[in-house]
């Protein structure tokens, strides 16, 4: 049979909607079945609470399993790839940490490209790093640890939890934009890492909020925090950036999916966890290990994640940092 060319054109634009109409479609009925949320780190720190936290509120908000799916290594990226190469059906979500930023210049071979290959969904939570020393270091405020540094260059050893990562970059920041000299010991982990400064085998360390109870114990002791303005979980502590102008490090953690993934999946996903973020009970418990619900749209956390990107493309390559 024949076609005329309107009969053809109608029939081709048909076609090319169907994509589209199917997108809303699986939109509206998704999900369907379990989706999985890759961390890709290890089972029982923050990152991975926070993951468990945010699924089981999505679980139960839209009644489908939110499974979470550990998958530590290489420093997060072999979960990453994992979400990366997974379909884009909104079935494989990620774990997004500052960590991901890091990588991006990090490590040079990398197969994907995190800002390109990974949709930002949505944030669930920022907090500050605490730099920490031990309580017989002679210095009790941040200008008293520049002056004493100065003094004595290369004598104070900074731990961290492993070259590249953020506890490691964000002491160097403090060096480049202070001009003292440390000398860089990397640990497998912060708990070791917070052992030993413990022990007085280490001097400072950039550490993670698992450091809050031996803060508030006396065994350490919290010359500042990285963030803008004080914590909450610490409001005592100034911001070092009271005295190193224009320092500034903010942790986040946030939900990425593959790219492609339909955007009104995408939208659906970050309506539910913005409610989560706002939630009094999901706020007390992201209260509890030191954290702070940060709520934003899929732009808004795409532009977060690519300055982060670029902060920390400049201070890798300025202290030359490798790869464990």
């Not at 909607?17 to 997108?23: D, E, F, K, M, N």
């Not at 991975?48 to 979470?68: C, K, M, N, Y």
């Not at 009970?281 to 795409?302: D, I, N, V």
């Amino acid at each position: 049979m024949k076609r005329t060319r309107r009969q053809f054109l109608q029939l081709a634009t048909a076609v090319a909607a169907l994509p589209a109409a199917s997108g809303i479609a699986s939109a509206e009925t998704y999900p369907s079945r379990p989706v999985r949320i890759i961390v890709g780190f290890a089972a029982g720190g923050g990152t991975d609470i926070t993951a468990r936290l945010i699924g089981q509120w999505l679980s139960e908000r839209l009644g489908q399993p939110f499974i979470v799916e550990n998958r530590p290594g290489a420093s997060s990226n072999i979960g990453t790839e994992v979400v990366v190469r997974a379909p884009p059906d909104g079935y494989s979500l990620l774990l997004v940490a500052p960590v991901n930023a890091i990588n991006a210049t990090l490590y040079e071979k990398l197969t994907f490209n995190f800002v390109r290959d990974i949709a930002p969904v949505a944030s669930i939570a920022r907090y500050p790093f605490v730099m920490v020393v031990n309580p017989s270091f002679p210095a009790t405020t941040i200008p008293e640890f520049i002056a004493y540094a100065k003094a004595h260059p290369g004598k104070i050893n900074m731990a961290s939890s492993g070259n590249g990562t953020p506890l490691h970059v964000s002491g160097e920041l403090f060096k480049m934009m202070t001009g003292i000299e440390m000398v860089h010991v990397p640990y497998k982990g912060a708990a070791p890492a917070l052992t030993d400064l413990l022990g007085g085998l280490v001097q400072v360390m950039f550490a993670d909020m698992s450091s809050l109870d031996y803060i508030r114990a006396g065994k350490l002791r919290a010359l500042g925090v990285t963030t803008a303005t004080r914590s909450d979980a610490l409001p005592d502590v100034p911001a070092i950036g009271d005295f190193v102008p224009g320092y500034q490090v903010r942790s986040w953690l946030g939900i990425g999916a593959p790219r492609a993934t339909p955007v009104q999946i995408i939208d659906k996903l970050n309506r539910e966890i913005n409610t989560a973020v706002a939630d009094p009970k999901m706020q007390g418990r992201l209260a509890e290990l030191g954290y702070t619900g940060f709520a934003s749209s899929p732009a808004e956390f795409g532009k977060l994640i690519a300055e982060e990107t670029e902060r920390w493309r400049k201070v890798v390559r300025f202290a030359d940092i490798r790869p464990d």
